[in-house]
């Protein structure tokens, strides 16, 4: 069944880029969806929807395309930028696929079927407060609550989540952009690519020219030395595995990404792309004919009931442009918590 989701999956990322007859075929029920999310940010905007003030200043990472894009990498980046500005940040998220009830706390020990695998490793990477919660405006009140010295929030994904308020919103796109331009289930977009939104953020791993859209930046994406699973402190510069049998392997929404990090770096691994937020309950790996297998960190929070030693985990640090930088720490401060 899974297998089955996959190739369904595939074939709308691949329709998703053009114009073909299945997406013209869809356009009916993109008028249908459109026409719903249209009014529910109506609702929104003209006050018979309420959104939540939660006293202090919200800045939201999201997309408005389907799959993953880089927000996680960029909420990191974003906490240290704001921390270096001389804020204390936070972090709210919905916590993906995992059975959440009330808000609950992440640390760095928490299992990642109790939190998601992205808050996890927030939490493990930025040792902010992060709170997880299908309804942010509870997950943030719980977190100012258990941490009063938090004066930022930074929202992982929940661009559509309207009952946040929020002070800034930065939408991340990777090479895909909108795809085709159209709604879903016709194309990759949630909302229209002219929705208001303070500012852009293009992760291009490619070096394609930016779109010419009004703040828009380049999202920068560097490895660093891959670490062993087993043993963090052991740590190889990606150069080292050339010679190597290596696969590379990736539950990520974007897994070409992860590979295309690595043959930039020198390498020439064969891939295994598996489904975005991938449990890894058992190890897909046993039948694998490799001497190294790289996955990426979002990856490696899962891993714990079953032991590989062919596995390293390939980090990676995203460089944020000063000028956005400097956008977020300008409206930040003009809004004072409360």
């Known amino acids: 069944m899974s297998g089955l989701k996959s190739r369904i999956e595939a074939r709308l990322a ?3 880029q053009q114009r073909g007859p299945l997406a013209w075929a869809l356009t009916p029920l993109a008028c249908v969806f459109g ?10 905007a003209l006050g018979w929807l309420k959104t939540v003030q939660v006293h202090v200043p919200v800045v939201v990472v999201g997309n408005v395309t389907v799959g993953g894009t880089g927000k996680t990498p960029t909420v990191i980046a974003l906490v240290d930028a704001l921390r270096s500005a001389g804020f204390t940040p936070g972090v709210v998220s919905r916590g993906y696929g995992a059975k959440i009830v009330q808000p ?26 992060v709170w997880v919660s299908p309804d942010r405006v509870a997950a943030a009140r719980a977190l100012r ?53 303070d500012a852009t953020l293009v992760n291009n791993p490619y070096d394609r020219a930016l779109p010419p859209w009004p703040d ?25 595995f050339t010679g190597e049998r290596v696969l590379a392997a990736a539950g990520i929404g974007a897994p070409e990404r992860f ?22 309950a058992t190890n897909p790996f046993v039948d694998v004919d490799a001497d190294t297998i790289l996955i990426t960190e979002k990856d490696a929070v ?37």
């Open 104 to 129: 609950t706390a992440v640390t760095p020990a928490t299992p990642a079927t109790a939190a998601g695998d992205e808050p996890l490793l927030i939490s493990r990477r930025t040792g902010a407060p």
């Open 259 to 280: 590979f295309a990090t690595l043959r930039a770096a020198g390498l020439s691994p064969a891939t295994r792309a598996l489904p975005d937020h991938y449990a890894f």
């Open 35 to 44: 026409a719903i999310a249209a009014a529910r940010r109506a609702a929104f």
């Open 145 to 197: 609550d258990a941490h009063p010295d938090v004066d930022v929030i930074v929202s992982d994904d929940g661009l559509q989540h309207y009952r946040l308020a929020r002070d800034f919103e930065l939408v991340v796109f990777d090479h895909r952009l909108g795809g085709n331009g159209f709604l879903l289930p016709a194309g990759p977009l949630r909302e229209p690519l002219s929705r208001h939104r």
């Open 302 to 338: 899962k891993l714990g009931s079953w032991h590989d030693a062919r596995i390293w985990v390939v980090p990676v640090e995203a460089a944020l442009d000063h000028r956005l930088i400097a956008l977020v720490v300008e409206k930040v401060r003009g809004r004072s918590p409360a």
């Open 216 to 240: 828009t930046f380049a999202l920068t994406l560097a490895p660093g030395d891959a670490w062993h699973l087993d043993n963090p402190k052991l740590r190889r510069p990606l150069a080292q």
């Open 14 to 16: 691949q329709e998703w």
